[in-house]
């Protein structure tokens, strides 16, 4: 009745195309919030397949899951709570991205315990303002970091940040912020093996900061990152495509109101067409009176009311009958509309689209490995 259509296929070419357009950096595919919606383990499977460096989550219950699943890839988690031990990372192996000495000591104290040396990803805020050692604390977190290499607790793997994506003079000074900080560690005695900074909008823009890995996240689901670029733009294929069965249909006279609080009441005898999909799939609410859907490669306007479980086309005339397929949104080259739409519709962008659809969806892939 409600179905998300991912291609697998799809992603794996999105993360060649994407690694094309690098000097030959590592890619990091990240596949944090279940991967943006599309399924985290299939996602992981068909990456590992396809050759990825590194996946990416934000948190290390994420990286445990893949990891249960007999994932091998090197995976980085960066989100991390006040308390966390670390045992359970680092004895699964995950990188850890660090950003502040309370959280180096907690993972001195599981290397001990553990006898394992743990590798982490030492993160610097260099202008975001969210996770990440700010310019006062960087000294203090390397002297740290120095103190426990020497003493054989950890490993640095890397020296890693994140753009606002703000304007171009933002972005260039924080890659100038960064260049800073990774020459501060190096100054430090801080023995590297990568820097990681953009992500999929800065690899498309900035091709003096790909060093030595780059993070590639909306783009491998084939979804640009910049609102005035198609997906199409960069030779991206959407992977997601949200679909429903009409499940009713009905004939109503002119002037009918059509679902809460009659925002759309019919102009003439017309077909009302229920579609199962409301905001408890992920639909957002305020696509009404915006969105459009496809039926039969014609697209029909959201007028009415999302509910929590459905909403209700007006089709006028035409030969919509329960059981049709309509799409939500896919691939913009067969004719349906976007997520890119979607997002426009609803005043969000493409990536909250695809990471909020679930609830009653039931998830098929096309390309999963036998």
Not at 68 to 75: K, M, R, V
Not at 244 to 268: D, E, F, I, M, P
């Given at each position: 009745m409600r179905e998300l259509i991912i291609d697998l296929d799809a992603i794996a070419k999105n993360l060649n195309t994407m690694r094309a357009k690098t000097n030959g950096a590592l890619a990091l595919a990240v596949i944090k919030a279940d991967a943006y919606g599309h399924g985290m383990l299939p996602v992981a499977k068909k990456l590992e397949a396809a050759g990825a460096d590194y996946l990416g989550v934000?948190?290390?219950?994420?990286?445990?899951?893949?990891?249960?699943?007999?994932?091998?890839?090197?995976?980085?988690?960066?989100?991390?709570?006040?308390?966390?031990n670390f045992v359970s990372a680092i004895d699964a192996g995950i990188e850890l991205g660090i950003a502040n000495i309370d959280h180096l000591e907690r993972i001195a104290k599981a290397s001990q315990q553990l006898r394992r040396v743990a590798r982490v990803h030492l993160k610097v805020d260099t202008g975001l303002g969210r996770n990440g050692a700010g310019a006062a604390e960087w000294p203090e977190v390397l002297q740290k970091a120095h103190e426990l290499v020497a003493e054989g607790f950890i490993q640095v793997v890397?020296?890693?940040?994140?753009?606002?994506?703000?304007?171009?003079?933002?972005?260039?000074?924080?890659?100038?912020?960064?260049?800073?900080?990774?020459?501060?560690?190096?100054?430090?005695?801080i023995d590297f093996e990568l820097r990681h900074l953009v992500a999929s909008d800065g690899l498309l823009r900035y091709p003096q900061a790909h060093y030595e890995m780059v993070r590639i996240g909306v783009a491998l689901y084939g979804l640009s990152p910049f609102v005035e670029n198609s997906a199409a733009d960069f030779g991206l294929v959407?992977?997601?495509?949200?679909?429903?069965?009409?499940?009713?249909?009905?004939?109503?006279?002119?002037?009918?109101?059509?679902?809460?609080?009659?925002?759309?009441?019919?102009?003439?005898?017309?077909?009302?067409?229920l579609i199962p999909v409301g905001y408890a799939e992920g639909l957002p609410r305020n696509a009404t009176?915006?969105?459009?859907?496809?039926?039969?490669?014609?697209?029909?306007?959201?007028?009415?009311?999302?509910?929590?479980?459905?909403?209700?086309?007006?089709?006028?005339?035409?030969?919509?009958?329960?059981?049709?397929?309509?799409?939500?949104?896919?691939?913009p080259a067969a004719g349906v509309p976007s997520a890119d739409d979607l997002a426009a519709a609803c005043d969000t962008i493409n990536y909250e689209i695809v990471t909020r659809m679930g609830g009653r969806f039931h998830r098929s892939y096309l390309g999963e490995s036998n």
């Open positions: 934000a948190d290390i219950e994420e990286a445990m899951k893949l990891r249960a699943e007999g994932i091998d890839l090197p995976i980085l988690a960066w989100l991390h709570s006040p308390t966390e890397a020296i890693f940040s994140h753009l606002s994506c703000t304007s171009e003079a933002d972005d260039l000074n924080q890659i100038a912020r960064f260049e800073a900080a990774c020459d501060e560690a190096k100054a430090a005695g959407p992977a997601m495509t949200a679909t429903a069965r009409v499940t009713q249909t009905k004939r109503v006279g002119a002037n009918q109101g059509v679902s809460y609080g009659y925002l759309h009441r019919t102009a003439a005898e017309t077909t009302l067409a009176g915006k969105a459009q859907v496809s039926i039969h490669g014609k697209q029909y306007s959201v007028n009415s009311r999302v509910a929590m479980d459905q909403f209700v086309l007006d089709v006028g005339d035409d030969a919509v009958v329960a059981g049709d397929l309509v799409t939500i949104f896919g691939d």
